[in-house]
Every structure is written in C-alpha cells, then in structure tokens.
C-alpha cells in the first residue's frame, strides 16, 4: 500500500471530559466518528460495543457531525486534562485513516505528541487491517504517547503482533473459563481483570492495557502480557464470529 497515492479521510472526534463508561471509569475519553473503521473488521456493522444503545447515540452523533470538532481541536482540549491522568483514545471509532485502509499517522500523531506533552496515561485499540504498514504505525503511535494496542480475533495474529515489536489485546468466548495462558508463539495473555471482577474499571487498575513493559526483576523487563477480552457486546454473535474464525 503507498499512503502517499491515497485520500485522506475526514473524520470528526470528540471528547467526554469524565466519561460514564462503566467499563472505562471517570476518566477522560475519545471518540472518532465512524467511517474512521476499517469495513473488514470482523465486528463491523455487527456485534461491535459501539452499536450497543447509549454509546451508538454519542457515536452516531460524532459521525454525521451533529457534535464533536476537528483533530487540531481535540488536540488542544488535551491540554485542559490534568497532567498525569489516564485517557481513553477511541472508546468508539479506530484510528484515522486514508481511503486504502492505511493509517494516517499526519492525523493520527498529533494527539499522540499532545497526551505525551501533557504526560497523560494514554491508551487505546486498533481494529485496522494489520498490514506490515499499520503494524508499524500501531509502533510509532506507542513510542509517541500513546500505547496502541493491535485488536486480534486469533492467538496466531497475536503473535504476529509481538514478534514484530507491537502489543495486542485478544477477543475470546465469552465461556472462556481460562484467566492466564501462553500463546504458541510464548506469548502470555491474561484476562481483564474487570471482567474477572478483580477491579471495578479500568481507572482502577491502573489501565493495564496503557503499560507497555512489566519489570521482571534486576533492573530488566519484558513487553506486557496481551489482555483477553471475554465477548461481552452481543456474546452469541461473538462466539459464532470465533467459531468461523476457527478459534478455541
């Protein structure tokens, strides 16, 4: 793909200073309207949280304009955030994009320079197409403020994932009734503990999925564990999409 021969989207964001996402916590987050999606996600125009009622009104709204501004807005609005705070990037919409599936990292790097400038804990997930290309902006994105996560359906795409330098989160079955294992590939994966109903929201364990490294003692460390989201929007189109996904 060459970004360079293909038109940039617009896209329209938002953000919700203390968000009532009960998942999220009262922290702040962002929205990115919805033609930012890449259209092969396997959760597109289906069981996507998004879609689920009160966060598809907000998000339809981002989407036809009715509410929300440019990046160079939001950019600035990241500055009213107090320093050292977690923000949620995308509780709905993905990166933006160009109109080959391409990230647009002239877009999508500014909030990143911002959230590190304003040394928040920022971190967000990425359902694009996971191309050699958009791995390494997933990368980028990380070393410049904020850690991006790579959304995989399978074990195998997660390991792809890491051997490349990246991080990941994994969708499972809702039913899983594993909390920690080790993909093929060694990769250890954990469930949220949310869903395991250790903590009450991400706000209060520290926005696992924001760390990059875990100290593994001496002074040295290794990348994080990928998180496992059990499929809690729509669980029996979730495990239906695994199952043709051939997946556990």
């Known amino acids: 793909m060459n970004s360079a021969t293909s038109a940039a989207r617009i896209h329209n964001y938002h953000i919700t200073m203390v968000s009532d996402n009960k998942k999220a916590g009262p922290i702040p987050c962002t929205t990115t309207g919805r033609n930012s999606c890449w259209e092969g996600c396997p ?8 879609n689920a009622f009160h966060a598809r009104l907000h998000w339809d709204r981002v989407s036809d304009g009715r509410r929300g501004y440019s990046m160079d807005v939001l950019c600035k609005l990241i500055f009213d955030i107090p320093k050292y705070s977690f923000i949620r990037i995308n509780q709905t919409g993905d990166q933006p994009r160009y109109e080959n599936g391409d990230i647009n990292l002239d877009e999508a790097l500014p909030l990143a320079k911002a959230c590190r400038m304003r040394k928040l804990k920022a971190w967000t997930y990425c359902h694009h197409e996971q191309t050699d290309y958009n791995l390494a902006a997933l990368r980028t994105l990380t070393q410049e403020g904020i850690t991006t996560n790579a959304s995989c359906e ?34 250890p994966v954990r469930v949220c503990p949310e869903q395991l ?51 556990r």
Request: charged share 20%; proline share 4%; net charge positive.
């Open 154 to 187: 399978t074990e195998e795409q997660v390991d792809r994932v890491y051997a490349q330098g990246g991080l990941a989160v994994l969708v499972v079955d809702p039913d899983e009734k594993r909390t920690k294992w080790t993909t093929a590939g060694g990769v």
């Open 197 to 247: 109903g250790l903590v009450a929201n991400c706000l209060n364990c520290e926005a696992y999925c924001q760390k990059q490294t875990t100290n593994t003692g001496g002074g040295t460390s290794k990348p994080r564990d990928c998180v496992a989201f059990l499929g809690h929007y729509a669980p029996k189109q979730i495990k239906k999409l695994l199952k043709e996904l051939n997946v």
């Open 43 to 50: 959760f597109y125009g289906g069981p996507c949280y998004g």
